[in-house]
């Protein structure tokens, strides 16, 4: 059985309608013409434009059957903030419901995230067919429970878990939970030594880079672990540099967490020579200090974890998400793709997703940007007086993702400055493009860098049209200085529409207020620059 859900309900700020209990928006006048910046509630010129307001309890009176379904009449009962006193028909709620979620991006478009949002038809079988079982019940469910641990042992065959030694797995609701779990790990083992070493064990600390996902310092806020960030530096591709991360560390240290790849720009950070500039330390120190792999998306695409340091690991199927504690059928359909694509399967995969990458990368070195994936080693890779590798396999490439981040070439720049690269992310949206803009991590803050992950519905001819709609954008910034004004008007008008009581957004969501220093009563500052990305 599992245990009751918490819901946290925090009051609105300022007056309430104590008739409908929603938040009351002022307008700043009566007179529209003498305050131009007047700001409208939406939902009162909605309801005052509707005919017959007076009759709009009519629907509970009874309503008349024809050919068409009264999608409006069901809705208008619907109230949006509060739980309905009646139920309404569930071809009705079915409706409203796929209606309002068709204003969401389209996820084949939406190239900022790395979750992959397709499976063959026989998956989606499996997951519905399976999709009513709860995987904590294990005496209910004994054969998912069966095939959840044939995924641990896979994977702990992939990953070259040591023979003879006994590997401890489980399925978690993503990746942050995962990280979770080792960080734990890492943090009870350094106590229970410290302990043993009549030492102080009250204050553990942790190491990463500052390109760590969120999920790192939310670990390290939770548990009570110092965060100790390692600075990125560009030349050093946005990731962790192992010999910076050396003094950071101490005897407190619980563990280094090390990331494959990076959300920024997919590189994978050297866990090799992290271990062995960790032996070094423990040789000269005696400090013994263990890694985690952050893995959640490179799991699968760097197979070699046999470094004896590392002693824990997450990665993701990226796949579904079901409404119980631990559902059966993301796990079944994980087994699914174990079976269906094998070892093999993967790898093709993988590198039809990297071909596609570099095919995107090359195409933006030739016009007005500059992208971060080069070859590996230039000299022994290259064909003579060729730029790229004679070999397409990915060996030939610095280790990563299937990611291309990018950003407008210094001379685009230098002869369009008034040009912001934030726009580009705006104007791909109208295309239907999700392409994130946003700035680096701690040490290369001032750096905006566009991002493309390729996963395996981007095919080729859909990146050839990335490209066209890329320079298309790109161009239309170029012709004149009123395109440009036109996109910082939208900009203005974006950043006014983000300082609006919006209760769609803002319900449910943790007030900034109650995070600061109860004596002093100021706000706390972010510990680190890590963000989702």
């Known amino acids: 059985m599992t245990g009751p859900t918490l819901i946290y309900v925090i009051p609105a700020q300022g007056p309430v309608h104590q008739a409908s209990n929603k938040p009351i928006i002022h307008t700043a006048t009566e007179n529209a013409h003498e305050d131009k910046g007047k700001v409208l509630d939406a939902e009162e010129v909605i309801a005052n434009s509707k005919d017959h307001p007076h009759k709009k309890h009519a629907a509970h009176l009874g309503r008349t059957h024809h050919q068409s379904w009264s999608r409006d009449e069901d809705g208008a009962r619907a109230p949006k903030y509060t739980m309905p006193e009646f139920g309404m028909p569930a071809k009705a709620a079915y409706q409203l419901l796929h209606d309002e979620t068709a204003l969401d991006g389209n996820p084949l478009l939406n190239l900022a995230s790395f979750v992959h949002t397709w499976m063959p ?22 054969a998912a429970t069966i095939i959840h641990n044939r995924c641990i042992s896979m994977l702990a065959d992939l990953w070259k878990a040591p023979e003879g030694g006994k590997v401890i797995g489980t399925s978690t609701a993503g990746s942050s939970e995962a990280i979770m779990l080792g960080g734990l790990a890492m943090k009870k083992r350094w106590q229970e030594s410290r302990k043993a070493a009549g030492k102080d064990h009250y204050h553990p600390n942790i190491v990463f880079g500052s390109n760590a996902q969120v999920a790192l310092e939310k670990f390290a806020r939770y548990f009570d672990v110092e965060t100790r ?38 590189h994978f950070e050297d866990v090799q020579e992290m271990s062995r500039l960790l032996d070094e330390l423990q040789a000269e120190k005696g400090f013994d200090i263990p890694i985690h792999v952050d893995a959640a998306s490179g799991g699968f695409m760097r197979l070699v974890f046999d470094v004896p340091r590392v002693v824990s690991i997450n990665t993701s199927g990226h796949k579904l998400d079901w409404n119980f504690s631990k559902p059966a059928a993301p796990i079944i359909s994980q087994m699914f793709n174990f079976l269906n694509l094998g070892f093999d399967g993967y790898k093709k995969i993988a590198n ?10 090359r195409a933006l070195e030739k016009t007005y940007f500059n992208n971060i994936h080069r070859p590996a080693t230039p000299s022994a890779a290259l064909g003579k007086g060729s730029q790229h590798p004679k070999d397409d396999s990915p060996e030939y490439y610095q280790m990563g993702l299937p990611v291309v981040s990018f950003k407008l070439s210094d001379e ?22 999700i392409v994130p803009n946003y700035n680096g991590p701690k040490g290369a803050e001032d750096t905006e860098i566009l991002r493309v992950v390729v996963r395996e519905t981007l095919s080729e001819d859909l990146i050839e049209r990335l490209i066209v709609d890329l320079l298309e954008t790109t161009e239309s910034l170029m012709t004149s200085d009123g395109a440009a004004a036109n996109m910082m008007a939208s900009t203005t008008a974006l950043d006014i529409l983000k300082n609006r009581h919006q209760p769609d957004r803002e319900h449910g969501r943790p007030n900034e207020d109650n995070f600061g220093d109860a004596e002093t009563g100021t706000k706390k500052e972010q510990a680190g620059f890590s963000r989702q990305c």
């Not at 038809?121 to 469910?141: C, F, G, P, R, S």
């Not at 039809?352 to 990368?361: E, I, M, Q, V, Y």
Request: charged residues 30%; aromatic residues 10%; negative net charge.
């Open 121 to 142: 038809e026989e998956a989606d079988k499996l997951i519905t067919e399976n999709m009513n079982k709860n995987q904590v019940d294990l005496d209910e469910y004994p």
């Open 229 to 266: 960030l390692v600075p990125v530096k560009a030349e050093g591709d946005y990731i962790m540099n192992p010999q910076d991360a050396l003094e950071y560390i101490d005897e407190n240290t619980i563990g280094v967490m090390v990331i494959f790849g990076s959300t920024y720009t997919g």
């Open 352 to 361: 039809k997703d990297l071909r596609n990458a570099r095919l995107l990368s």
């Open 412 to 433: 685009f720049k230098e002869k369009y400055p008034y040009v912001k690269q934030v726009w580009i992310q705006t104007l791909l949206r109208v295309k239907g493009w």
